[in-house]
Nanobody
């Protein structure tokens, strides 16, 4: 039900903008924690950050200075913006949602299919 969308290819130093929406309409931004997770090629899942049902945000300390998560409740959509992109930001980016505050990235209840982001000139 969750679906990510984004540009696919981004140049180094540019800003990435991704969107996640629930096509089914049952996973509300106002009742769930929505998370962004990424998986670089050949590596494990890395939590990027989350936005809570109240609008509060938390970020991976290693990405906090470059990442920003926001939402539009009317559109039931969550956004990820990440600036100053580097080739090492190349990954499949996922959004995932859960009613609970979950700290293990592999335990979220709802996942999107992921969207590939490649950072290259």
């Amino acid at each position: 039900q969750l679906r990510e969308s984004g540009p696919g290819l981004v140049k180094p130093s540019q800003t990435l903008s991704l969107t996640c929406t629930d096509s089914g309409g049952s996973i509300s931004t106002q009742y769930y924690f929505w998370n962004w997770i990424r998986q670089p090629p050949g590596k494990g899942l890395e939590w990027v950050g989350r936005i809570s049902y109240s609008g509060g945000t938390s970020y991976n300390p290693s990405l906090k200075s470059r990442a920003s998560i926001s939402r539009d409740n009317a559109k039931n959509t969550v956004y990820l913006h990440m600036n100053s992109l580097k080739p090492e930001d190349t990954a499949v980016y996922y959004c995932a949602a859960d009613r609970r505050l979950v700290f293990r990235v592999d335990e979220y209840d709802y996942w999107g299919q992921g969207t590939q982001v490649t950072v290259s000139s």
